[in-house]
């Protein structure tokens, strides 16, 4: 959450974006006119007459069996002229738009840190320290997938709507089984009963926000109940306005056994609900990190805010020199020393600008 680009910086900032996908960044593959935009999608329009549809906002990336959300925005507007290699698109979890080179972006490097280096046994074997607010600045929004998996003749009730705010042990839904929608063969007070026997409720199991809520089905909507329906239905609307806008072929959210979830396969006659839960998880204890451009670490404490050099400079984490050694590079003193002196410099050079 606290990236940014650093003082010290190589040129090679401005060339990772030129060599991503469109999660990341998104350069233009020749000179023409953006054409089209909505919070969904940017369209270009090249001078060769091809038309390009960058979708923005919200998008979710798998890796390693891990969502994780991603942003992408843009800084144009329709009628804007764009050149071959300017930057249309960018994720600003990891790119910042270049101030002295309109057009494009920079790679932000990591979070700026006062490290001291020291050996003990906080250190020992590469383990560093952080402080609190280091951590606050390395945390990161993950998404957490609940997957709720119902057979034709279930119903579901007071589902979870995308925006709401949920905890651990919120309520995602209400499931009833087949016996417990059959009303026609209990009294009002033996239903209520019976209801409550087999009515299920699924808990988010993450605290967070929903973000997205889609269904896949196995099987045609005529066997589902009238709520499964409804909400398949809604899905597939979603997936449809999406596809038109990108311009995309429209596919529903119907699969076949072949579609495996939590690696079991979707059998015939059954549906999922997969509801995405996006939180801000603070670094901790055991978690990796990289100090400099290539020394691995894992956090063995985080410490509370308040310690300090002598000179008063608060101190963000600790590390081992003996660490630094046995790898052999320079990068954390040139690294270190060179974005102190540019932050120096740069905070007297304002103070010269305004006067004070």
Not at 54 to 66: M, S, T
Not at 114 to 132: A, G, K
Not at 225 to 235: D, H, Q, V, W
Request: glycine residues 8%; hydrophobic residues 35%; proline residues 3%.
């Amino acid at each position: 959450m606290g990236y940014q680009v650093t003082p010290l910086r190589t040129g090679y900032e401005e060339v990772i974006a030129h060599r991503t996908d469109d999660l990341y960044a998104k350069a233009a593959e020749s000179n023409g006119k953006v054409t089209g935009l909505t919070d969904k999608s940017l369209e270009v329009t090249y001078k060769d007459g091809r038309v390009e549809t960058i979708e923005l906002g919200r998008r979710f990336g798998v890796a390693a069996g891990v969502t994780t959300p991603h942003e992408v925005v843009t800084t144009h507007k329709v009628g804007d002229s764009i050149k071959a290699g300017d930057i249309l698109t960018y994720n600003p979890n990891f790119f910042e738009p270049n101030r002295y080179n309109a057009g494009q972006v920079l790679w932000k490097a990591g979070v700026l840190g006062n490290v001291m280096f020291v050996d003990n046994v906080d250190t020992l074997e590469d383990s560093s320290t952080i402080s609190e607010s280091m951590a606050a600045k390395l945390a990161t929004n993950t998404t957490k997938t609940r997957t709720i998996m119902l057979s034709y003749d279930q119903a579901v009730h007071s589902l979870v709507k995308v925006g709401d705010t949920v905890e651990a042990e919120s309520i995602l839904c209400t499931i009833e089984n087949p016996v417990g929608s059959t009303g026609s063969l209990f009294n009002e007070d033996s239903l209520e009963t019976l209801q409550g026997l087999t009515r299920q409720n699924p808990r988010a199991k993450k605290s967070g926000v929903v973000e997205k809520i889609e269904v896949f089905y196995h099987g045609d909507l005529e066997g589902m109940t009238e709520s499964l329906k409804e909400l398949t239905r809604a899905s597939d609307r979603q997936r449809r306005a999406l596809s038109t806008e990108l311009h995309e072929e429209f596919t529903s959210g119907r699969v076949d056994d072949t579609m495996r979830f939590s690696g079991d396969p979707l059998a015939p006659n059954t549906l999922v609900i997969q509801v995405y839960i996006t939180g801000l998880e603070p670094m901790g204890v055991g978690d990796k990190l990289v100090v400099g451009n290539q020394m691995k670490s894992i956090v063995s404490r985080v410490f509370p805010d308040g310690m300090e050099t002598e000179s008063g400079v608060p101190v963000d984490a600790t590390f081992s020199y003996q660490s630094v050694s046995n790898r052999i590079v320079l990068s954390p003193q040139l690294i270190g020393t060179t974005n102190r002196l540019l932050e120096e410099i740069g905070k007297q050079a304002a103070d010269l600008f305004f006067g004070d």
